[in-house]
T-cell receptor
Framework: KQEVTQIPAALSVPEGENLVLNCSFTDSAIYNLQWFRQDPGKGLTSLLLIQSSQREQTSGRLNASLDKSSGRSTLYIAASQPGDSATYLCAVRDDYKLSFGAGTTVTVRA | SAVISQKPSRDICQRGTSLTIQCQVDSQVTMMFWYRQQPGQSLTLIATANQGSEATYESGFVIDKFPISRPNLTFSTLTVSNMSPEDSSIYLC?????????????FGPGTRLLVL
């Protein structure tokens, strides 16, 4: 059974600092890995998807890396802003289903 | 991408009653998924619903407790039956889009359920 772990569980940084969010998974036979953002009282917003054959994906200030062999992914958010405050979820897909981590709750202080 | 809506957005229910949650997608999709997010926890897949076939339930979830309908390619319902306070969660539906390069899941806004 796939187990997904996210560290740290919570993070508080001053505005402008870079964010580093970690995700690890136990079974490296994944199809892809997806990072989501969840705002309080809202659903999930897809941020980045990395295929198993890829090493990284970038979108604006966001960059996600994937090391499938070691079962790790890292989400980097450059020059954080208060609007980046949210819970970030990592999910790995194997076969047909997504397995989620518990998330990292980020607070960016103005 | 997809625009996914859910009804109701939230509800407070008495134990022993049932609630049906609706999920509507603005385009046709083959696979729809129902997830549960219990307070302070991450998402857990309840079942996968494909149009024209019985839903496939994950370990720990049964059809009698969470019956699902999938009458067409844009709509699904999840019923939470004989509710207890332990069923208090956010319930989210999700759809998957496939193109030649990748498969991406998109989520609805969720239904927040409180059972008293």
């Amino acid at each position: 059974k796939q187990e997904v772990t996210q560290i740290p569980a919570a993070l508080s940084v001053p505005e402008g600092e870079n964010l580093v969010l970690n995700c690890s998974f136990t079974d490296s036979a994944i199809y892809n890995l997806q990072w989501f953002r969840q705002d309080p009282g809202k659903g999930l917003t897809s941020l980045l998807l990395i295929q198993s054959s890829q090493r990284e994906q970038t979108s604006g200030r966001l960059n996600a890396s994937l090391d499938k062999s070691s079962g790790r992914s890292t989400l980097y958010i450059a020059a954080s802003q208060p609007g980046d405050s949210a819970t970030y979820l990592c999910a790995v897909r194997d076969d047909y289903k997504l397995s989620f981590g518990a998330g990292t709750t980020v607070t960016v202080r103005a | 991408s997809a625009v996914i809506s859910q009804k109701p957005s939230r509800d407070i229910c008495q134990r022993g009653t049932s609630l049906t949650i609706q999920c509507q997608v603005d385009s046709q999709v083959t696979m729809m998924f129902w997830y549960r997010q219990q307070p302070g926890q991450s998402l857990t897949l309840i079942a996968t619903a494909n149009q024209g076939s019985e839903a496939t339930y994950e370990s720990g979830f049964v059809i009698d407790k969470f019956p699902i309908s999938r009458p067409n390619l844009t709509f699904s319902t999840l019923t939470v039956s004989n509710m207890s306070p332990e069923d208090s969660s956010i319930y989210l539906c999700s759809v998957e889009f496939r193109d030649q390069y990748q498969e991406t899941q998109y989520f609805g806004p969720g239904t927040r359920l409180l059972v008293l």
